[in-house]
Nanobody
Framework: QVQPVESGGGSVQAGGSLRLSCVAF????????FGWFRQAPGKEREGVAV????????GDGDSAKGRFTVSQDNNKNTVTLQMNSLQPDDTAMYYC?????????????????????????WGQGTQVTVSS
């Protein structure tokens, strides 16, 4: 495994929920930044949510506020994105980005939310499709 691995995508109707998971491939002995991003056809990749697994600090992009929740498991190995009240505009490929550089703190996570690709380690993505 040389990249984070996402899972949990699928097809749901508007108003439904999905839970995405991202399993880390890099170090997990200390905290690090993870980010969830999404990209719809013809659109740029956008930040959905970020979390620092050391401090537990979290941040949401505009699309996630009030509907999506990012969290981590106790061993810092897996990060999840609970998505509720899904709408057709949420249809996209969802990617997990993992920080592979040691020692970065929450400020780095916040920076990455609006700058996809900063951490350089992407998963293959998981498709989310929401029908009306």
């Amino acid at each position: 495994q040389v990249q984070p691995v996402e899972s949990g995508g699928g097809s749901v109707q508007a108003g439904g929920s999905l839970r995405l998971s991202c399993v880390a491939f890099g170090y997990t002995d200390t905290g690090k930044c993870f980010g969830w991003f999404r990209q719809a056809p013809g659109k740029e990749r956008e930040g959905v949510a970020v979390i620092h697994t050391g401090s537990g600090a979290k941040g949401d992009g505009d699309s996630a506020k009030g509907r999506f929740t990012v969290s981590q498991d106790n061993n810092k190995n897996t990060v999840t994105l609970q998505m509720n009240s899904l709408q057709p505009d949420d249809t996209a490929m969802y990617y997990c980005e993992e920080d592979i550089t040691r020692g970065r703190d929450w400020i780095a996570c916040e920076y990455a939310l609006t700058r996809p690709g900063v951490f350089r380690a992407w998963g293959q993505g998981t498709q989310v499709t929401v029908s009306s």
